[in-house]
């Protein structure tokens, strides 16, 4: 497997828009062009690759890799190189590497270590558990992580109330996110919250499942972490909640990793500030995603320097690497990479370095696109796509508390996620906005039972007992006292 790099001489930074390429010329950098390190050199650096992956580097560039044992691979900086005499069949990079030139139409076999052996799609666990949509959305937000948010939630309304009336069990959870799922697919979240409940524009879904006052509260108390033990969990741990690697799903040959931004303005210690995306401010998360299913496989937020970070090992190496290894196991290195210089507009190059491709054959069509280009526009897409989906029906609403934006953003990559394992275990063709649905229905089911329940019938003697405490407890009035004989011989009357 191996990893494609792409770098722009100039400001362009992806190879789509390219161009069909001139004619070659002495006086321009070579178009379409295959070089290879020469293995024999001193100089040459090894070059790596990660199996199966592709991955974002800090600036926004993906860097792509394909299936199967992983190398790892140093990646430069790759300026124009100057026109390329085709008298000559060596090039020295300015770091002291020697590229061999070699012939740009010719086509050779994959690499057995590029080649997936192992089958992907759900695990035999998923396969086996997974029979609705609740099933397929506890895969991934299991009873642990719903308990923790629970308790998390009581202890902080004991802690502003002052006592320990309020409390909350996980049904009632449960149905709490069902409604917000279903605010995000009725596109309602920029909607104030009461509408839900109006008595003429207002949705009876809402009015069965919950009572506004009661949504209010868990909203208002809702924490993913205790702040008793806030201050000695921020020295080692920064985030509340680690967001892991599913073991539900295979991923493909093809893993992308980029950088998404979880739009928020709330103060918060890590919030960045990216000036390319639509969303200026919020909060950077590292996601792996798989390219063909758009199945989010391993996410990261960005906390600031890392300080477990190697020394001299770059930002967009050290993610790659740590949201990968769940898929990879180890890492390779290996001398063999093809560097291909491809020039679609004047005086802009393309180079990508790629330890997937053995050569860099230009295919037919009116582009004419060499090789590593096609298959870097084909699969850099992964993050950028899921990133699509979660906006469409997003649970996000306004808050100026990070955890509670963060857990939004937690809900919506549930559900996408449990959305494409339902669909791969199942066989079922689900729109995802019926899914988002049928799951609030499966999620509040329990606690509508609850409400139905008819009250247990207590005995009369015990009710009695019971009245008669209660009498005994609570201080009389000089009239109550007066009646107190005759109302306990009325009670033993009955």
């Known amino acids: 497997m191996g990893v494609d790099s792409s770098a722009e001489s100039d400001s362009e930074s992806e190879a789509e828009d390219v161009q069909p390429p001139p004619k070659r010329s002495r006086t321009t950098s070579v178009s379409?062009?295959?070089?290879?390190?020469?293995?024999?050199?001193?100089?040459a650096q090894p070059s790596s690759s990660v199996q199966r992956l592709s991955g974002g580097s800090a600036s926004g560039d993906s860097v792509q890799a394909a299936s199967q044992p992983p190398a790892t691979t140093r990646e430069r900086s790759h300026p124009p190189l100057p026109?390329?005499?085709a008298q000559h069949e060596r090039e020295r990079g300015k770091d002291g590497t020697i590229w061999t030139l070699v012939n740009g139409e010719e086509r050779g076999r994959r690499q057995s270590q590029n080649v997936l052996t192992e089958a992907e799609g759900p695990t035999t666990y998923a396969r086996r558990r997974v029979q609705?949509?609740?099933?397929?959305?506890?895969?991934?937000?299991?009873?642990?992580?719903?308990?923790?948010?629970r308790a998390c939630t009581v202890s902080e309304a004991h802690r502003v109330l002052g006592n320990t009336s309020w409390q909350m069990e996980v049904d009632e959870l449960l149905?709490?996110?069902?409604?917000?799922?279903?605010?995000?697919?009725?596109?309602g979240r920029?909607?104030?919250?009461?509408?839900f409940w109006s008595a003429d524009w207002g949705l009876p879904y809402f009015k069965e499942t919950m009572a506004r006052n009661r949504f209010q509260a868990i909203m208002r108390f809702l924490r993913l972490d205790q702040k008793e033990t806030r201050n000695a969990r921020l020295e080692s741990n920064k985030f509340a909640l680690a967001i892991i690697a599913s073991?539900?799903?295979?991923?493909?040959?093809?893993?992308?990793?980029?950088?998404?931004?979880?739009?928020?303005?709330?103060?918060?210690?890590?919030?960045?500030?990216?000036?390319?995306?639509?969303?200026?401010?919020?909060?950077?998360?590292?996601?792996a995603a798989d390219v063909n299913t758009k199945y989010m496989l391993n996410a990261a937020p960005y906390l600031g320097k890392d300080v477990t970070r190697t020394p001299g090992q770059r930002l967009g190496d050290s993610v790659v690497l740590k949201l990968a290894e769940p898929f990879t196991g180890k890492v390779l290195k290996s001398a063999h990479a093809t560097l291909t210089i491809y020039q679609g507009k004047a005086k802009t190059n393309v180079s990508i370095l790629s330890t997937v491709h053995s050569s860099a054959g230009t295919l037919s069509g009116p582009k004419a696109?060499?090789?590593?280009?096609?298959?870097?526009?084909?699969?850099?897409?992964?993050?950028?796509?899921?990133?699509q989906m979660l906006r469409m029906y997003s649970v996000k609403a306004a808050t100026r508390r990070w955890p509670v934006a963060v857990f939004y953003n937690?809900?919506?990559?549930?559900?996408?996620?449990a959305w494409i394992l339902y669909k791969k275990c199942m066989g079922s063709k689900i729109s995802r906005r019926d899914f988002i649905f049928e799951l609030a229905n499966a999620l509040r089911a329990n606690h509508m039972s609850a409400k139905e329940r008819p009250a247990v019938p207590v005995p009369v003697s015990v009710a009695f007992e019971q009245g008669a405490d209660l009498e005994r407890r609570r201080p009389m009035s000089g009239a109550e006292k007066l009646l107190q004989k005759p109302l306990q011989r009325r009670l033993c009357s009955l």
């Not at 937690?410 to 996620?417: E, F, G, H, Q, W």
Request: with cysteine.
């Open 190 to 195: 920029t909607l104030e919250l009461s509408s």
């Open 410 to 417: 937690i809900l919506d990559m549930a559900a996408v996620n």
């Open 247 to 287: 073991s539900a799903t295979k991923p493909g040959p093809d893993i992308t990793i980029d950088e998404q931004l979880l739009p928020t303005k709330a103060r918060c210690p890590f919030t960045q500030y990216m000036a390319n995306k639509p969303d200026k401010f919020g909060i950077k998360f590292w996601v």
């Open 369 to 387: 696109k060499p090789e590593p280009v096609v298959y870097y526009n084909r699969t850099k897409v992964g993050v950028d796509v899921l990133d």
């Open 132 to 149: 609705d949509p609740l099933t397929s959305f506890m895969c991934l937000m299991d009873a642990d992580t719903l308990e923790h948010i």
């Open 175 to 187: 149905a709490f996110i069902a409604l917000v799922y279903v605010r995000g697919a009725k596109g």
């Open 32 to 43: 379409g062009a295959n070089i290879r390190p020469t293995d024999n050199t001193q100089d």
């Open 83 to 85: 026109s390329i005499d």
